[in-house]
């Protein structure tokens, strides 16, 4: 079992920077594809970035050249930089964890970028 813990979100205005941090309490960690999911109410989740465990990243285009996703092994965490916010980034942010059939998701940080 993986248990996912964010931490990171807040209130932001708007061309401003978070990074979001997600710790998993495992010890398989670096084989884990991590990634990370937003979601606004009313509306799927839907993917922002991932990172296998070879540090393969991709990006959702709405996204690209702002987000950064990172990971350290040694450290059992995956990041999301998050620069030139925009309102639209506002969502419940996700971490998720997946592994052949293991897939694992935490509680969620909110972000929230106002105008």
């Known amino acids: 079992q993986v248990q996912l813990v964010e931490s990171g979100g807040g209130l932001v205005q708007a061309g401003g920077s978070l990074r979001l941090s997600c710790a998993a309490s495992?010890?398989?960690?670096?084989?884990?594809?991590m990634n990370w999911y937003r979601q606004v109410p009313g509306k799927r989740r839907d993917l922002v970035a991932s990172?296998?465990?070879?540090?393969?990243?991709m990006y959702a285009d709405s996204v690209k050249g702002r987000f950064t996703i990172s990971r350290d092994n040694a450290k059992n965490t995956v990041y999301l930089q998050m620069n030139s916010l925009k309102p639209e980034d506002t969502a419940l942010y996700y971490c998720?964890?997946?592994?052949?059939?293991?897939?694992?998701w935490g509680q969620g940080t909110q972000v929230t970028v106002s105008s």
């Open positions: 998720n964890a997946r592994f052949k059939n293991y897939d694992y």
């Open positions: 495992s010890i398989g960690f670096s084989f884990y594809t």
């Open positions: 990172i296998t465990s070879s540090g393969t990243t």
